[in-house]
């Protein structure tokens, strides 16, 4: 009986498989989500020409968000071209950065196949086919040799925010619930500390952005960091902005002074 059990689970599987071959393909379709790519792939962008500006802002200057191919749809350059060009211009480093994957591993072969004398760091952000908001997707991309990994992005095209904006039924990642940051985003900042990365915040809603914020503050005052003085750091100022923002929005007034809903020991 259990063999026979498992056979129809192989054979399932394998129908499955096939269903495309045999007229199903369609039917499977209608209940499977779409990813945020499908539309683009069949694009086909008129190619732009390097025209070989150069301008004197761009000398030492660092890319923290370059694309490039290969990807699920047509890119411009690959990863080596991109840094090339980076190079010729006179730029000091390129952060490669894919919605999809990690990039830190082929951060490492274009330190060692590419252009030589530019930095080149790796990154990854928390969409769908990393697990979403996955601090194991935030290890790895960290321990890939090289250590070349730099910027940890939460969601940004299978934000909750954005897939609900566009009014689409594809899976999403989350980073709040009722109101509250999910576990696992703070799993994510402790490895970003413990690390020394760099945290974007994505394509998130304003109140998570808001939220997000306000741990990284916390970490900062944690340490003897100053957010309310004169120096005005990103943070002090993204909090200000988004608070005013949040204040100003109809519905129940936010608090005048957010802070830090984590439980700490």
């Known amino acids: 009986m259990k063999r026979f059990l498992i056979g129809v689970s192989c054979a399932a599987v394998a129908a499955a498989a096939v269903s495309g ?23 086909k962008p008129k190619p732009s020409v390097d025209q070989k500006l150069t301008d004197p802002v761009l000398t030492g200057a660092i890319d923290l968000h370059a694309h490039f191919g290969p990807d699920s749809y047509d890119r411009q350059w690959d ?18 950065k894919n919605h999809w994957t990690e990039s830190a591993g082929l951060a ?31 290890r790895y991309m960290s321990d890939v040799e090289g250590n070349w990994g730099r910027i940890v992005w939460m969601p940004t095209h299978d934000s909750e925010h954005e897939v609900d904006y566009n009014k689409e039924t594809r899976t999403k990642a989350v980073v709040s619930r009722n109101g509250k940051l999910i576990p696992e985003v703070f799993e994510v900042l402790d490895l970003i500390k413990e690390r020394n990365l760099t945290l974007a915040t994505g394509h998130v809603s304003p ?43 109809p519905g129940p007034a936010a608090s005048p002074e957010p802070t830090s809903t984590r439980k700490r020991s």
């Open 21 to 43: 071959r045999v007229g199903w393909g369609p039917l499977l379709a209608q209940v499977s989500p779409k990813a945020h790519w499908e539309p683009y792939k069949t694009r």
């Open 79 to 96: 990863a080596f071209e991109v840094v090339k060009l980076a190079k010729e211009r006179g730029m000091r480093g390129v952060v490669l």
């Open 108 to 138: 490492w072969l274009v330190r060692k196949y590419g252009a030589q004398g530019i930095e080149v760091f790796g990154s990854v952000t928390l969409d769908t086919p990393v697990g979403g908001v996955n601090p194991m997707a935030v």
């Open 207 to 249: 109140e998570e952005a808001l939220m997000v914020a306000i741990e990284v503050r916390q970490f900062l005052e944690d340490r003897g960091i100053d957010t309310s003085g004169e120096q005005q750091t990103k943070t002090r100022t993204a909090l200000e902005f988004f608070a005013a923002e949040l204040r100003s929005a």
